[in-house]
């Protein structure tokens, strides 16, 4: 049976007060960038796209419901193509600096944030991962819909985390007509048989 996007919903509204977006994963030692995109300052709506592809096991039947991307919406306007943004440092450690937007995490966890405030709002995962075992839980805001999210009062800045697959995510921007960019998201990376090219599995097309 094909797998196919079934709903979209909605998240939360993200403030990047700055314009200046970081995608990536809020743990220490792991890779973030800030896109060389800018959009305009302010609070954008972030949605979720769910497939489901229900299945069978034990004869017990499971809906086969996965999260397939989550999208920042810039603009409420058509998107008419498809481009992978580009990103500018810090990488992680002293990684060099990569032109393809695209983070990799062992975690399952990425987020969008206000770039400039990256550091306060990442605080509260550098807290938990450096509290010896057994931690308690982190010290951010619980979504209805499961993901966290951490308020910086002093610039008014977000960051709010999204669910990625372990491994390589790669960070897409949608463009109107006018080559507008209307909608940044990110989405596991799905190569190509020969490994060279990568694929953009639209979810909301």
Do not use: K, N
């Not at 409420?76 to 990103?87: A, N």
């Not at 399952?108 to 944030?113: E, K, Q, R, W, Y």
């Amino acid at each position: 049976m094909s797998v196919v996007v079934h709903e979209v919903t909605f998240v939360t509204a993200v403030r990047v007060p700055s314009g200046r977006l970081a995608v990536g994963c809020p743990f220490p030692g792991e890779e973030w960038l800030e896109l060389a995109e800018r959009i305009p300052p302010g609070a954008h709506r972030m949605e979720e796209a769910w497939t489901r592809a229900p299945y069978v096991f034990m004869d017990e039947a499971f809906e086969g419901r996965e999260s397939a991307g989550c999208r920042l919406v810039i603009r409420d306007e058509l998107v008419t193509g498809w481009e992978m943004g580009l990103g500018v440092g810090p990488q992680s450690g002293d990684t060099p600096e990569r032109g393809i937007a695209e983070f990799g995490t062992d975690t399952g966890i990425g987020c969008f944030a206000d770039a400039p405030s990256w550091e306060s709002l990442t605080e509260p995962f550098r807290r938990f991962w450096e509290t010896p075992f057994p931690r308690g839980p982190r010290d951010t805001i619980r979504l209805p819909s499961g993901v966290e999210a951490v308020h910086d009062p002093a610039t008014g800045a977000d960051l709010v985390t999204v669910a990625v697959a372990e491994g390589v995510t790669t960070v897409w921007l949608g463009r109107t007509a006018r080559g507008d960019i209307a909608t940044v998201a990110v989405v596991p990376r799905v190569e190509s048989v020969d490994r060279h090219t990568c694929i953009y599995p639209d979810p909301w097309e």
